[in-house]
């Protein structure tokens, strides 16, 4: 079991930028794919973005691309999630989840607990 804790998040003017972080303990970090998912309220639960274990692939949904990065940092065992030009649509609760392959994480993964954003207009 991957133990996951998020920071980073607050309140941000439209237009600003934040970097959620990832802090992960109990296996070999490095191996692991990560994934960031967000949930407004009322919403599902939705895919943000994901690096794979190993090589470090990228994805990102398609309404993110161009603003928000992943990266990872493999001897802080921590997940990143650069965020620019926000806009109040992207306010969210923001998980962080980390599975085997980034195939499995919804399903089997293990989550934090979330972090708030939010975005002032």
């Known amino acids: 079991q991957v133990q996951l804790v998020e920071s980073g998040g607050g309140l941000v003017q439209a237009g600003g930028s934040l970097r959620l972080s990832c802090a992960a303990a109990g296996r070999t970090f490095s191996s692991y794919a990560h994934g960031w998912y967000r949930q407004a309220p009322g919403k599902e639960r939705e895919f943000v973005a994901a690096?794979?274990?190993?090589?470090?692939?990228?994805y990102y949904a398609d309404s993110v691309k161009g603003r928000f990065t992943v990266s990872r940092d493999n001897a802080k065992n921590t997940v990143y999630l650069q965020m620019k030009r926000l806009h109040p649509a992207v306010a969210a609760v923001y998980y962080c989840?980390?599975?085997?392959?980034?195939?499995?994480?919804?399903?089997?993964?293990?989550w934090g607990q979330g972090t708030q954003v939010t975005v002032s207009s």
């Open positions: 989840a980390a599975a085997k392959s980034i195939a499995t994480i919804r399903r089997f993964g293990s």
């Open positions: 690096i794979s274990g190993c090589a470090g692939t990228t």
